[in-house]
C-alpha cells in the first residue's frame, strides 16, 4: 500500500511556470514506476508523463513535450513535474499514480495499470 499527495498546483498566467510535487508514503517508493495524469472539465482523464523506477526512461505525452520535465527523487520519496510555458489548454486537475513494476527500467502510459492515485492538485493556466 502506499499514500500519494500532489502539491504544487495553483493560478498561474499563460507562459509561467509551475512544479508539481508528488509525496508517497507507505511501501518502498523505489519499487514504483510513476506518471502524472490530468483531467480538465468535462474531458477524460489523460496520460501526461511517466518515469521508470529508476528514473533513467521517461515519457511525455505530444502535447506538453518539450515543455514539461517529470522526475523524481527515491532519497526524498517524492515525484516532480516541472511545467514550463503554460497554456490555457493546460488547465486541469493533475494527479500522480504509482505503479508496482518489476521492471527497473519500464513505464507505463495506460491509466488502467496503475495501482495508487493521488487526490490530484489544480492548475489553473489565465490566458
Known amino acids: 500500500q502506499v499514500q500519494l499527495v500532489e502539491s504544487g498546483g495553483k493560478l498561474v498566467q499563460a507562459g509561467g511556470s509551475l512544479r508539481l510535487s508528488c509525496l508517497a508514503s507507505g511501501r518502498a517508493f523505489s519499487i514504483y514506476a510513476l506518471g502524472w495524469f490530468r483531467q480538465a472539465p468535462g474531458k477524460e482523464r489523460e496520460f501526461v508523463a511517466a518515469?521508470?523506477?529508476?528514473?533513467?526512461?521517461?515519457y511525455y505525452a505530444d502535447s506538453v513535450n518539450g515543455r514539461f520535465t517529470i522526475s523524481r527523487d527515491n532519497a526524498k520519496n517524492t515525484v516532480y513535474l516541472q511545467m514550463n510555458s503554460l497554456k490555457p489548454e493546460d488547465t486541469a486537475v493533475y494527479y500522480c499514480?504509482?505503479?508496482?513494476?518489476?521492471?527497473?527500467?519500464?513505464?507505463?502510459?495506460?491509466?488502467?495499470?496503475?495501482?495508487?492515485w493521488g487526490q490530484g492538485t489544480q492548475v489553473t493556466v489565465s490566458s
Open positions: 499514480a504509482a505503479d508496482f513494476n518489476v521492471d527497473y527500467n519500464r513505464y507505463e502510459l495506460t491509466a488502467s495499470v496503475y495501482d495508487y
Open positions: 518515469i521508470s523506477r529508476s528514473g533513467g526512461n521517461t
